[in-house]
DNA sequence: AGCGTATATTTCACTTATTGAAACCCGCTT
DNA sequence: AAGCGGGTTTCAATAAGTGAAATATACGCT
């Protein structure tokens, strides 16, 4: 009951994982990174395979497929938390000039970057959506472990990363005792230009913006899920894209000509 | 041998696909889309819900997981088809104001778009990376099922999606008669705007650079250098092992970019 | 309320399908 | 040649997954 766990499940998963890390990796590494047998390794690769989660290079290395790219982005495209999210990470970087993120909690005691906007100045803080972060020592850790700040945003620096500065506010639903933190938003900066002042200055936006979001012009707090069927407009960005400015493109559904079938 | 499959992994990856189909929907609908009995799925479900890959919303329906996201990015980010094709992307977009997109073929007979960038018209295409598109009657079919167009693209008004003309282009690996299509690059815009001249004109230029994206401007594929800021270090993904500091990325290009699917 | 339907969850006997050691088959290096 | 390391196949043991049925729960409907 309380543990139902399938093992062969189970162990495709982490092997999913280990391709999914490496990138491209022999048989042998794939087996002894997950502790598995060469041959089961080789049997649940196989089906990886036939599913297109993975698929084989010219060496016969195993690497991510189709399907997780798949995947991954339609899942994105279901966060409605990202869409709600963007004009706040729009603003932010319009704002203070430097990259913002939205993080969400993960299932193993860690966060997510769910959407990111990178900052304008030529010196700025470079990460990727699905990245995963650590809660110790982050400002987004101190928000999602229950950290209820004065003002409404923590700042950190160089914590995770040395010379960087982080500055999180947190996404709450409910209220009063029974708040709880669903998503942070963060706008992450290089520490030498972080004075008191602008930290301050950047942490009331932060904090102004995230209050905001759930609670939507009108003012009653809705629920983040609200998981439309239908297909909205998707997006998804390049975790790494050295030369366009505008990664993360947001859900522009102006006057866009359209989009689905399937 | 010939198929080794893991039934009870199959089936997994099977609800995996339909959980993240769906965005969202409660154990019936996915053990009734799957096939499979109540309590199969449940436990099925059970497990990719332990590792993250799917969790459950408050009505307790069954939505894609953070992990899906997460390893969907990181397959993307390995994908070095796409770095090498951002910049051409980008000049496509440049060059007609219409939207362009990579496609490549996947595994189940379809193609799926890599990555993407809006034009800049206020009435443009609008699709989103992970989508995947057949392959009869579009023109990133005919070029994936081997058709070689005279002029080096090929141009369908009005096939997949009403009003709307496709231009594309393959991109090929090897010479003369074994050369194989790897991906395809495609500019896609509202039909009321596109004039003979002016998809002879679009492709042109997709053709052109279809033909030099693994050929490179200066003979050698080169990867658009990384001048990232900042670090995007920490790289403290999972509790597990060291990993390598600055994601490798775009360092396989040469050789990963051989091979597609099976 | 009372009834009916539909879903969520648990149990459990039946085996089927997964497992890993060992054997085998490469291509390499010593 | 012999030795070595990775990939692949075989095969018997048995661990592990399966689904029907029972139970619990939740939601309309008259």
């Known amino acids: 009951m309380a543990e139902s766990s ?3 499940v189970e162990r495709a998963l982490v092997l999913l994982g280990v391709v999914c890390d490496a990138g491209s990796l022999p048989l042998a590494d794939a087996a002894r990174e997950s502790g598995l047998s060469a041959s089961t390794a080789l049997r649940l690769l ?10 084989r290079d010219a060496d ?5 497929g189709l399907r997780v790219v798949q995947l991954g982005a339609q899942a994105l495209g279901h966060e409605s938390l990202v869409s709600l999210v963007s004009p706040v990470l729009d603003r932010l970087v319009e704002l203070t000039g430097e990259s913002a993120y939205l993080s969400v909690p993960s299932h193993d005691g860690a966060a997510v970057y769910l959407a ?3 900052g304008t100045h030529s010196v700025r803080h470079t990460s990727w959506v699905g990245r995963s972060i650590p809660l110790e020592g982050t400002a987004v850790g101190a928000l999602l472990g229950g950290e209820r700040p004065e003002k409404g945003f923590v700042a950190v620096r160089d914590g995770l990363q040395q010379d960087v500065t982080a500055i999180a506010a947190p996404i709450t639903v409910g209220h009063g005792e029974k ?3 669903v998503a942070v938003i963060s706008v992450i900066a290089p520490s030498y230009r972080m004075t008191p002042d602008s930290v301050a200055g ?3 936006h932060v904090a102004a913006e995230a209050s905001a979001v759930l609670v939507g012009p009108s003012g009653s707090p809705e629920e983040p899920d609200s998981t439309r069927q239908s297909d909205s407009t998707g997006q998804q ?3 790494e894209q050295p030369r366009t400015p505008e990664q993360v493109r947001l859900a522009d559904t102006s006057t866009a000509v359209e989009e689905d079938i399937a």
């Open 6 to 8: 399938t093992r062969t």
């Open 202 to 204: 950047i942490g009331r």
């Open 179 to 181: 708040a709880r933190v």
């Open 60 to 64: 016969g290395g195993y690497r991510p």
């Open 46 to 55: 196989r089906t990886l395979e036939g599913t297109g989660f993975v698929r």
């Open 116 to 118: 990111m906007r990178e």
């Open 237 to 239: 960005d390049n975790p």
